[in-house]
């Protein structure tokens, strides 16, 4: 077979309807009899399985290739769309995404210039107008996708950096080199924000101090009063706050910051606000909506649809209440997107975004709004919140477990806690995470955790609407077995309680 044969086009069209067919019978049949979220194979166990591949001898037979491609991947990956996977922040996947995710592939259009993608181009516009329609922007808002909540809290910074260097210079005596302005850039968040606020600030050639951790309240959102004392610290000790960032939906907590509160002490100060909305995103087409209260409010805004819309990774955007702010990010290549075809208004998303080759993961929510709509994507959201709601309950009510905080998302982090007293916290520690350790390795359910006042913790985020409150039972029974098999052998003061 021809190097040629294997090019997608008019001559081959025939082919990849099989090789693809082969290749989603594959997967169906796998997820389909997938029976636990994951196999707790170990790096050492599955490391010589996928080193023992010869990538110099191809495999001619497309059959082969999945065959080995089982053995490397498919009967060892964490399948998300199991009710028991209760780990990170990864969703199942609808089907109409999925279509999309397979449309792009295969036509494979790059989203940067117009004459790359052309209808592309519209429907990432239409999606970006209609998100921004959502958030309560006006007609001047503007965004662009991206690879994920990262990227786009990175993006958004960066415009929040160039608007207050503007303004700096624009209120100076005296003429300021950027040099001069940088080291008394900074931002302010929660203690309970995204590490990549900090990567962020990293990126753009701030210092580490440049990041300010305000204090939470209990419920472990954004204390506004600490907020308020900062930014008047900073105004006496001549320091600009190029922004403030709030989380709607922290990855630990699910907590949502006080956004109305936080938007009047930004306009007060002249800040721009930013609000991670990577998780909390979903609010915006659930009936839950009113708990995004305030964030038409900010500057900019990050949601991340391969979170709570249900999306393939990746598809993320961020969107500005003031797509002029985008300016800061566009260049203009004579090969690629010239000025005059700016002139010409010829639209490059290029000129918005902070990469170049962009796929069209748009087209994944497209399939997704166009087929299931809105409102169905809005109620499976709030099916895992309703869900978090009943297992706090559970929790809480449970003597085995501590719960920090009753969840306003879909999070639970909580604390197996032996009935002895005596039993020290560092035992308990330990307990904790080797019950994390021990559930993943048996492949039942996947747990995460976390540290919460120097002590580890356990964590739930739900984001599938076919967990039930039995599955949950189920996990925390499994968890406290493993935790008590631990401190029977590893502490002695707890054996008999633990037993």
Same mark, same amino acid.
């Given at each position: 077979?021809?190097?040629?044969?294997?090019?997608?086009?008019?001559?081959?069209?025939?082919?990849?309807?099989?090789?693809?067919?082969?290749?989603?019978?594959?997967?169906?049949?796998?997820?389909?009899?997938?029976?636990?979220?994951?196999?707790?194979?170990?790096?050492?166990? !599955?490391?010589?399985?996928? =080193? +023992?591949?010869? $990538?110099? /001898?191809?495999? @001619?037979?497309?059959?082969?290739?999945?065959? %080995?491609?089982?053995?490397?991947?498919?009967?060892?990956?964490?399948?998300?769309?199991?009710?028991?996977?209760?780990?990170?922040?990864?969703?199942?996947?609808?089907?109409?995404?999925?279509?999309?995710?397979?449309?792009?592939?295969?036509?494979?259009?790059?989203?940067?210039?117009?004459?790359?993608?052309?209808?592309?181009?519209?429907?990432?516009?239409?999606?970006?107008?209609?998100?921004?329609?959502?958030?309560?922007?006006?007609?001047?808002?503007?965004?662009?996708?991206?690879?994920?909540?990262?990227?786009?809290?990175?993006?958004?910074? !960066?415009?929040?950096?160039? =608007? +207050?260097?503007? $303004?700096? /210079?624009?209120? @100076?005596?005296?003429?300021?080199?950027?040099? %001069?302005?940088?080291?008394?850039?900074?931002?302010?968040?929660?203690?309970?924000?995204?590490?990549?606020?900090?990567?962020?600030?990293?990126?753009?050639?701030?210092?580490?101090?440049?990041?300010?951790?305000?204090?939470?309240?209990?419920?472990?959102?954004?204390?506004?009063?600490?907020?308020?004392?900062?930014?008047?610290?900073?105004?006496?000790?001549?320091?600009?706050?190029?922004?403030?960032?709030?989380?709607?939906?922290?990855?630990?907590?699910?907590?949502?910051?006080?956004?109305?509160?936080?938007?009047?002490?930004?306009?007060?100060?002249?800040?721009?606000?930013?609000?991670?909305?990577?998780?909390?995103?979903?609010?915006?087409?659930?009936?839950?909506?009113?708990?995004?209260?305030?964030?038409?409010?900010?500057?900019?805004?990050?949601?991340?649809?391969?979170?709570?819309?249900?999306?393939?990774?990746?598809?993320?955007?961020?969107?500005?209440?003031?797509?002029?702010?985008?300016?800061?990010?566009?260049?203009?290549?004579?090969?690629?997107?010239?000025?005059?075809?700016?002139?010409?208004?010829?639209?490059?998303?290029?000129?918005?975004?902070?990469?170049?080759?962009?796929?069209?993961?748009?087209?994944?929510?497209?399939?997704?709004?166009?087929?299931?709509?809105?409102?169905?994507?809005?109620?499976?959201?709030?099916?895992?919140?309703?869900?978090?709601?009943?297992?706090?309950?559970?929790?809480?009510?449970?003597?085995?477990?501590?719960?920090?905080?009753?969840?306003?998302?879909?999070?639970?982090?909580?604390?197996?806690?032996?009935?002895?007293?005596?039993?020290?916290?560092?035992?308990?520690?330990?307990?904790?995470?080797?019950?994390?350790?021990?559930?993943?390795?048996?492949?039942?359910?996947?747990?995460?955790?976390?540290?919460?006042?120097?002590?580890?913790?356990?964590?739930?985020?739900?984001?599938?609407?076919?967990?039930?409150?039995?599955?949950?039972?189920?996990?925390?029974?499994?968890?406290?077995?493993?935790?008590?098999?631990?401190?029977?052998?590893?502490?002695?003061?707890?054996?008999?309680?633990?037993?």
């Amino acid at each position: 077979m021809s190097s040629r044969s294997h090019l997608l086009n008019n001559r081959t069209a025939e082919r990849y309807r099989s090789l693809l067919g082969h290749g989603i019978e594959r997967v169906a049949d796998k997820i389909a009899t997938t029976e636990r979220p994951c196999t707790g194979v170990t790096p050492d166990e !599955l490391r010589p399985e996928v =080193e +023992a591949v010869d $990538l110099e /001898r191809p495999l @001619a037979d497309p059959r082969e290739a999945l065959d %080995e491609l089982e053995r490397v991947y498919l009967r060892d990956a964490v399948y998300f769309h199991h009710p028991r996977y209760l780990a990170h922040l990864n969703c199942p996947v609808v089907i109409p995404a999925v279509l999309g995710e397979a449309v792009l592939a295969a036509v494979n259009s790059s989203l940067d210039t117009w004459d790359q993608s052309a209808g592309g181009t519209l429907i990432e516009r239409r999606l970006v107008s209609w998100t921004a329609g959502r958030i309560g922007f006006g007609k001047a808002a503007d965004g662009i996708f991206t690879s994920g909540g990262t990227q786009s809290n990175l993006q958004a910074l !960066l415009l929040a950096r160039e =608007e +207050a260097c503007r $303004l700096v /210079r624009k209120n @100076a005596a005296t003429p300021l080199d950027t040099c %001069e302005i940088l080291p008394r850039l900074r931002i302010l968040t929660s203690a309970c924000s995204h590490f990549s606020i900090e990567k962020a600030a990293t990126l753009l050639g701030l210092g580490p101090e440049s990041v300010v951790a305000v204090p939470c309240d209990d419920a472990r959102r954004m204390d506004t009063d600490a907020l308020a004392d900062e930014l008047e610290r900073c105004t006496r000790e001549g320091l600009t706050v190029m922004a403030v960032a709030a989380t709607a939906g922290t990855t630990d907590f699910g907590s949502i910051d006080p956004l109305p509160r936080i938007a009047d002490l930004c306009e007060a100060a002249g800040t721009w606000l930013h609000v991670d909305a990577a998780y909390g995103c979903g609010l915006l087409v659930s009936r839950r909506h009113h708990m995004l209260e305030g964030i038409s409010r900010a500057d900019s805004v990050t949601v991340d649809y391969h979170k709570s819309f249900f999306q393939p990774v990746s598809s993320s955007a961020v969107v500005v209440r003031d797509g002029s702010t985008l300016r800061h990010v566009t260049y203009h290549a004579d090969y690629l997107n010239p000025a005059r075809a700016a002139e010409q208004s010829v639209p490059n998303q290029v000129d918005k975004s902070i990469q170049t080759t962009r796929r069209f993961d748009a087209l994944k929510l497209w399939m997704t709004l166009r087929i299931m709509g809105p409102d169905a994507v809005g109620e499976l959201f709030d099916e895992v919140v309703d869900r978090a709601a009943d297992a706090w309950r559970l929790l809480d009510a449970d003597p085995r477990y501590t719960v920090v905080t009753e969840p306003q998302l879909s999070t639970l982090v909580f604390r197996y806690e032996p009935q002895d007293a005596a039993v020290p916290q560092d035992a308990v520690d330990q307990a904790n995470l080797h019950a994390r350790e021990a559930l993943f390795a048996s492949g039942e359910a996947t747990v995460a955790g976390t540290v919460v006042d120097g002590r580890h913790h356990l964590k739930f985020t739900l984001l599938n609407p076919e967990t039930t409150l039995e599955d949950i039972a189920t996990v925390l029974d499994l968890l406290a077995g493993h935790a008590q098999q631990y401190l029977a052998v590893h502490s002695p003061l707890s054996t008999a309680q633990a037993c």
